[in-house]
């Protein structure tokens, strides 16, 4: 049996897999994030301790399987983000996580000492405050005594490992959501830690995703209730373990959407895509060899989230479903949504943008502003997808995971949008902790490649664009660009 984990912005999704990587069982424990005006996304480390012990025990508990049956644990995590740790490996801080965006003025003067042309050939990425280097630049600059303390910088997945085995190294896949990564050498960038005033030795080894990072240490396997020895594989980011969750391995296999928090529209490459526009980024495949060209917002998911708890405070069970049935029957003409509630990345790069609600009159109801939530997220992976196809990538099917991949009427919507069939997988929520599950079946030596991840979910639904529906939204797509256009500088205005 191998557990596989996936630390999430909202919480560890936990799974149990057979040992050829085959999903048994699965839960989520969830932990609190801190949103702050101003830009604040932080959460505590040890909340994501907590979870992996809990959510360990509670698969072992409901599923009967014995603690020496479990042959190796892998990890996906949350890219993007700053874990600080003292000589001790103790977090000095609470983890800026991805959505954290205060570090503005580090990253525009780290992209002006570099030139935004060079970091982006560079890094495979625009710099930008949503990246891990700039915010411990933040740290250094606003919080001196926590600086101060700061022996090690991590990512998420990379400090529960730590806590697991003692080893702390990294994969390629998360180095390179850093913006310290050189992607034509695989190395920490020497010349983008220099020009950011940094110490290379504050991050880790950079070792393969399938690296045993070490047994499960004696103290950790009581936390968490496995036999201590047990194989702990390193594993990935997110973003490329769900492409290869979705078995998007070689460039040949297709696109796929991830529809969570965050959503982004991805594939596999032989190379890293340098769009001429620098809307989209490249990250290292968990592959060895391939890379993941992608087109990553913000607020994918999460704008959906904030609309339901706003329409529908206190949580109550059956709101998504009230408001998704309701949204299938009405007509937003008119109506648009910038989902730009947590800053931009593809294809603005603008920490400054903001969401907001364009052509409200009397007749609008919850139903319209779902969907109009709904259309926003679609239209800005249209420019997305735009980018691909302009790079002469075939974006005509593409596969949707993430929990937003169980709507019916969301996938319709991509469908019509974008112009492409839309289909939903087997693995929906789960494709995180699927990827993290092959890559540890490979590391432990359980599955003999990566290539097992095309078999382990199938699709079961399809969604194909409605021609004249497809028309209406390209008309539309174009009303919805212009919209951000004219709002952009008043974005830079507003101190949020």
Not at 454 to 460: D, F, I, M, P
Request: with cysteine; hydrophobic share 45%; net charge negative.
């Amino acid at each position: 049996m191998i557990i596989a984990h996936d630390l999430g912005t909202t919480g560890d999704k936990a799974s149990l897999h057979s040992d050829d990587g085959r999903l048994i069982a699965a839960l989520t424990e969830r932990y609190d994030t801190d949103f702050r005006a101003g830009g604040v996304a932080e959460q505590d480390p040890e909340g994501w301790w907590s979870a992996v012990c809990a959510a360990t025990r509670k698969l072992l508990e409901r599923t009967g399987v014995r603690r020496e049956q479990v042959a190796a644990i892998g990890f996906s995590g949350q890219m993007m983000g700053a874990v600080l740790l003292d000589r001790e490996y103790r977090p000095v801080r609470p983890s800026l996580i991805w959505a954290d965006h205060r570090s503005q003025a580090q990253a525009d003067r780290l992209g002006a000492a570099l030139g935004a042309e060079r970091a982006y050939r560079l890094l495979g990425h625009q710099v930008h405050p949503t990246y891990s280097l700039t915010k411990v630049m933040w740290v250094r600059e606003n919080e001196p005594e926590a600086f101060a303390a700061t022996a090690h910088v991590c990512l998420a997945k990379d400090y529960v490992v730590h806590r697991l085995t003692g080893v702390l190294v990294t994969d390629r896949s998360d180095a390179s959501s850093t913006n310290a990564y050189d992607q034509s050498t695989g190395t920490w960038s020497d010349e983008v830690l220099a020009a950011a005033g940094l110490d290379p030795a504050l991050f880790p080894p950079i070792v393969p995703s399938t690296t045993v990072a070490g047994p499960l240490l004696p103290d950790a396997a009581e936390a968490v209730g496995l036999d201590a020895g047990t194989p702990v594989v390193l594993g990935g980011g997110d973003g490329p373990l769900a492409a290869l969750g979705a078995g998007v391995i070689d460039p040949g296999d297709g696109a796929y959407a991830y529809l969570g928090s965050s959503s982004w529209v991805s594939l596999s490459a032989e190379q890293p895509l340098h769009d001429p526009g620098m809307r989209t980024m490249t990250f290292d495949h968990v592959v060895a060899g391939r890379y993941v060209p992608t087109a990553t917002m913000q607020a994918g998911g999460a704008s959906l989230d904030w609309v339901a708890d706003v329409l529908r405070p206190g949580g109550e069970e059956g709101r998504f479903t009230d408001l998704l049935r309701a949204a299938a029957d009405v007509d937003t003409a008119g109506l648009y949504f910038l989902p730009h509630l947590l800053g931009e990345r593809s294809p603005y790069w603008n920490a400054s943008a903001a969401g907001a609600f364009l052509g409200l009159t009397r007749r609008h109801q919850q139903a319209h502003l779902t969907r109009a939530v709904l259309e926003g997220v679609a239209f800005n992976l249209a420019t997305c997808v735009g980018a691909f196809r302009e790079a002469g990538h075939s974006v005509e099917r593409v596969d949707a995971i993430g929990g937003g991949a169980a709507s019916d009427l969301w996938l319709q919507i991509l469908a019509d949008v974008w112009g492409a069939t839309v289909r939903r997988r087997s693995i929906v929520e789960e494709a995180n902790s699927l990827g993290a599950a092959v890559t540890a079946g490979v590391g432990a030596g359980l599955v003999d490649g990566f290539h097992v991840a095309r078999e382990l979910s199938t699709v079961t639904a399809e969604f194909v664009p409605d021609p004249g529906r497809h028309a209406d939204y390209r008309r539309r797509h174009a009303l919805f660009l212009d919209v951000y256009e004219r709002l952009e500088p008043w974005f830079a205005k507003e101190d949020r």
